[in-house]
Nanobody, 112 residues
């Protein structure tokens, strides 16, 4: 069993930045199996960022160049650094392990 815990969400103005952190515990083989998804109101839950087996981050086109996905093996956390935020980034963000175990989700609202 794997547990993923996300901190509370936040409100940020367009163009701002926000950092999401997901603490992972349990029967974890690799933090590379953790990915980030988001779900906007009335929308499908979509992949934001994930890792290849070699540790290279892959990003959705909509966030490429603005978001950075990283991991801290010492702390067993995965991080999503979000920069240059846009209103369309407003969504509930989830970290997930193998798309089987999910964090509780955190609401990110980008609005002026």
């Amino acid at each position: 069993q794997v547990q993923l815990v996300e901190p509370g969400g936040g409100l940020v103005q367009p163009g701002g930045s926000l950092r999401l952190s997901c603490a992972v515990s349990g029967s974890i083989s690799s933090l590379l199996r953790v990915a980030w998804f988001r779900q906007a109101p009335g929308k499908q839950r979509d992949l934001v960022a994930e890792s290849t087996s070699g540790g290279t981050a892959i990003y959705a086109d909509s966030v490429k160049g603005r978001f950075t996905f990283s991991k801290d093996n010492t702390k067993n956390t995965v991080i999503l650094q979000m920069n240059s935020l846009k209103p369309e980034d407003t969504a509930v963000y989830y970290c997930t392990y193998d798309q089987i175990y999910w964090g509780q989700g955190t609401q990110i609202t980008v609005s002026s």
